[in-house]
């Protein structure tokens, strides 16, 4: 199987409230075992997922929201967010976590993986994709 | 066209895995193939044979039984997915101590790669759910 696809995985749910983002997040990580070339895109409430300080102590929840940090370790390249859903719900990129990537072989590496962008550029990227998982 | 079908809620409480079946089996009898269905989150449910719906109503479990044994389907269970939510098979039963099985007939319970690899292999991987 040397099959390698663009897999967009489309995030439009809270982290908590529903197991949705919890269980697309153990998908993510498979399909970068996999060695497919892994992209993520935050939506809606997906918008949350990625938002810092997290605390989940009075939900009895876990808060597997660290995770996200790791992507870039992962060999996810590409995390990005619906400036629209940020705005809507009266966040900016600054409330958000960063993700640090780095290519071993090359050295190559990018201080902050999440972009913001607006809808053209949403609607393009899903095009491009020869996969959209969504969760 | 090769097809790969993924259903992320139940039975009963929600139409995703009704529609899927539909256009599976829609897609089965125009000579399309379906190279797997994935039964992710919630989903997993579909694949217990201890549901009972009353008699006047469908059978979406029977449902996805039968039209595995006509086209020869590949159902698949995510393992993950299924231990959270009690869907259970002989082998799960020995390796979690359970004291039960309720694995519907045609079923196997098995890996997230099993998605992935699907999504790889087919043309379209369609998702039902909402």
Redesign the interface.
Known sequence: ?S?T?N?MFLNRRAPYGT??AW?SL??VL??A??E?NVSLMFADDGVYELTKGQDTAGIGMKNFSPTYRTLGDYEVRHMYVDKASLEARGLTADDLVQVEWEDWETEESVDNIVEVVDSEKVAELLAESD????? | MKFSIQVNEGPYQHQASDSAYQFTKAALEKGHECFRVFFYHDGVLNGTRLTTPPQDDRNVVNNWTELAEKYDLDLVVCVAAAQRRGIVDDGEAERNGKDATNIAPRFRISGLGQLVEAAIQSERLVVFGD
């Open positions: 199987m099959d696809k897999f197991i949705y269980e153990e998908v498979i399909a075992a996999f497919q996969v959209v998982f969504s969760f």
